[in-house]
């Protein structure tokens, strides 16, 4: 094979960008090289094609093909000096996209042509056609008049496809979404057009369907993509969350029709994971809500937290039952909206970003709380939540050195919650941030123990203080037909133990649930019927009752 393929310098530029593709041809026997990436995309069968110029042909586009025959034929017979020229070539979906394909003839040293060597770069990308699918973009959805037709809309998102990024890297994320794209496209009925909407979200325009038969492909759809095959053999299992609306009756411009796909994808994610929700009048008073509480809780920050509240709930001793800490809860009343609750409100602040301000005004809440009681309530231990997201923020650890500093608290009297295990997706480098904060004395907890797979996933790379035991298998454990609860509360201590770390019973709700967690082995007991979270006023009282306790049974051992 000629050494004009086997050339460092042509691997060298093929990888350089993932719309350019580059191309060299050996005149003599007209065998050319192409880059892997056109190969990929056009779908050639091989890096080496012999007689390019017919391959190609079978990809232009009809309306183009005189105009790159002409120009090429040209070329070659030396009439002209450079090939240049602008058509539109079939990729891998059996889209067109525009190319532009320029290239040069070496001679050799009698004049005769040796080598065509040149670059095909993929134009209009921006707007028409998106670089790593192939797919329209969002920008031709002008061109499809839909408003005059009948039909079903979808839009597709792949859930958690941050943490799936977080924990394959990019390029995997990108070969993801390729293989998920291409699968949906193969579905489709050749009358339906597909857009890569953004990131890892897919419109579907299904012209000529009803709501039923869209249901029926979403559900297809789910089933060939729940796990995606990579190239090196790996499997990665997924799942997709839809919206849906019908067009012309719900949505009779294109505005409304993705603001409409994306409430209802929204709301899919948020309440029901792998499902598809088609838009309702609910989906709009909930995304209405949403948005004034966004804008209530920024102005809220704004004015100096305004509104923000920490409530306490205190961790109890299972022998002595006397308060040995407490538990730190955000509450919130905004100007507009006056009832919502922290698992509403803080998933707000998380979508948006607000957590960070308001999470540093808690940590710093907390601390200073601990060190006003610290004198009075000798080794209270005042714990606070953190999420991933928080706890990734690159200002974490030195805010965290400020205010402990600036409040002086010893570290030991401190616990922080990591809430949402099941969102970590780099567990390594919670570890040695982890790792880092216990050396400096802090305490760390393990929330909502046993609800994830992922909590236990965590556990092999995470070195804790404590575990929290979720409240779901606690607050019934006195009802009848709860054995279960009561094995799996068992041997979650019996891990805790095998573990070296303690465990905190939450969701003791009642005495009988009291007495029964009582006979088990838990370090420490939280929970309604010791009381329900409370202002720092009605918490000082408890406070200070709880001392009058320990006071008194200090007088009885006497
Ligand atoms: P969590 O950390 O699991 O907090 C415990 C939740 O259980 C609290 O709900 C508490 O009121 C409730 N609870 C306590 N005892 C019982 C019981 O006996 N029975 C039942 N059914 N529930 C009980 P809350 O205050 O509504 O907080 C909900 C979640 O919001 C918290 O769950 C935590 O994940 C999050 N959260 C609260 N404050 C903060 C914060 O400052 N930062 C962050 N990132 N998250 C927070
Ligand atoms: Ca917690």
Request: with cysteine.
């Amino acid at each position: 094979m000629s050494d004009i393929f086997n050339n460092e310098i042509f691997e060298a530029f093929a990888g350089a960008a993932d719309n350019v593709y580059i191309y060299v041809c050996d005149m003599a026997t007209d065998i050319s090289r192409w880059s892997r990436s056109a190969v990929d995309y056009f779908a050639l069968e091989d890096e080496y094609i012999s007689n390019a110029a017919t391959v190609w042909a079978e990809r232009i586009h009809p309306d183009d093909i005189d105009l790159y025959t002409d120009d090429i034929t040209k070329v070659f017979a030396g009439t002209k000096k450079t090939h240049d020229c602008q058509y539109r070539a079939k990729n891998y979906l059996g889209e067109y996209v525009w190319v532009e394909c320029k290239g040069s003839v070496i001679r050799d040293n009698n004049g005769n042509p040796k080598i065509f060597a040149g670059l095909m770069t993929r134009i209009d990308g921006q707007s028409k056609y998106d670089n790593l699918t192939g797919l329209l973009t969002t920008q031709s959805l002008r061109d499809f008049d839909f408003t005059s037709q009948t039909g079903a809309a979808l839009l597709f998102g792949i859930d958690g496809f941050r943490k799936v990024m977080g924990h394959y890297g990019y390029n995997t994320g990108d070969e993801i979404l390729v293989v998920f794209a291409k699968k949906i496209k193969s579905m489709c009925k050749p009358n339906w057009k597909l857009f890569r909407f953004s990131g890892d979200e897919f419109l579907l325009l299904a012209f000529s369907e009803n709501r039923k038969n869209i249901c029926d492909f979403y559900k297809k759809v789910c089933q060939e993509t729940d796990v995606i095959e990579l190239k090196d053999g790996r499997k990665v299992g997924i799942s997709a969350s839809a919206g849906g609306v019908c067009f012309p009756e719900d949505a009779d411009t294109r505005e409304v029709l993705i603001n409409k796909l994306e409430h209802s994808l929204e709301y899919a994610k948020n309440t029901d994971r792998g499902t598809l929700v088609f838009f309702s009048e609910e989906i709009a008073r909930k995304h209405e809500r949403g948005e004034i509480l966004r804008e209530d809780l920024k102005h809220c920050i704004k004015n100096d937290f305004q509104g923000f509240e920490l409530y306490y709930q205190p961790l109890i001793h299972p022998e002595k039952q006397t308060i040995v800490g407490c538990e730190c809860l955000l509450r919130w009343q905004g100007e507009k909206i006056k009832d919502s609750y922290p698992i509403e409100f803080i998933k707000v602040l998380e979508d948006y970003g607000g957590i960070r301000e308001v999470g540093y005004w808690v940590m710093e809440q907390a601390i200073k709380r601990q060190v006003e009681w610290r004198d009075t309530y000798k080794n209270l231990w005042v714990s606070f939540n953190v999420s991933y997201q928080q706890f990734m923020d690159d200002a974490f650890e030195e805010r965290l050195d400020l205010y402990a500093k600036k409040y002086n608290v010893r570290p030991e009297d401190m616990i922080i919650e990591l809430t949402e295990s099941c969102a970590v997706s780099n567990p390594k480098e919670l570890a040695s941030m982890f790792n880092r904060l216990r050396r400096r004395g802090f305490k760390i907890a393990l929330d909502d123990f046993g609800t994830a797979y992922a909590s236990l996933e965590m556990l092999k790379s995470l070195q804790v203080d404590y575990i929290k035991i979720e409240h779901s298998f606690v607050r019934e454990l006195a009802e009848p037909g709860h054995d279960i609860d009561f094995v799996i509360i068992d041997n979650l201590l019996e891990l805790c133990r095998h573990l070296g770390c303690q465990s905190i019973v939450e969701g003791v709700e009642n005495s009988q649930v009291a007495d029964i967690v009582g006979t088990m082995d838990a370090n420490l007991l939280q929970g309604y019927y010791y009381s329900r979270p409370v202002c720092l006023e009605d918490f000082e009282k408890l406070l200070a009752a709880d001392q009058e306790t320990k006071e008194a049974n200090t007088k009885d051992v006497k």
